[in-house]
C-alpha cells in the first residue's frame, strides 16, 4: 500500500506561481512512476504531468513551459512547480503513484491517489 498527501495548494492571482508537494510511504518510491492530475468543477479529471523513476519527464501541452514535475527520492517527495498560472488552472490538484518505473499519462495507469489539494487562480 502507499499513502500520498498532497500540500501547497492555495489561492494565487494569475500570473502567480505555487509549487505543490506529494510526500510518499508505504512502498518503494524511487522505483514508482509518479504523475500529477487535475479536476476543474464540471470536468473530467485530466493528466498534468508524470515523472519515471529515473527522472523522465512528461507535460500536458496545456503546462508545457509553465509546470515543471520534478522528484527527490531521498525524500520520496514529488513536486509540481507552477508558474505564469492562469484562472483556467483553477481545479483539485492530485497526485498518484503506479506500480510501474515508467512514465505513464493515463488516468487508469495509477494505483494509488492522494486526496487533492485545491489551486484556485484569481484574474
Known amino acids: 500500500q502507499v499513502q500520498l498527501v498532497e500540500s501547497g495548494g492555495g489561492l494565487v492571482q494569475a500570473g502567480g506561481s505555487l509549487r505543490l508537494s506529494c510526500a510518499a510511504s508505504g512502498r518503494t518510491f524511487s522505483s514508482s512512476a509518479m504523475g500529477w492530475f487535475r479536476q476543474a468543477p464540471g470536468k473530467e479529471r485530466e493528466f498534468v504531468a508524470t515523472?519515471?523513476?529515473?527522472?523522465?519527464?512528461v507535460h500536458a501541452d496545456s503546462v508545457k513551459g509553465r509546470f515543471t514535475i520534478s522528484r527527490d527520492n531521498a525524500k520520496n517527495t514529488v513536486y509540481l512547480q507552477m508558474n505564469s498560472l492562469k484562472p483556467e488552472d483553477t481545479a483539485v490538484y492530485y497526485c498518484a503513484a503506479a506500480e510501474t518505473r515508467w512514465v505513464r499519462v493515463g488516468i487508469t495507469d495509477y494505483d494509488y491517489w492522494g486526496q487533492g489539494t485545491q489551486v484556485t487562480v484569481s484574474s
Open positions: 515523472i519515471s523513476w529515473s527522472g523522465n519527464t
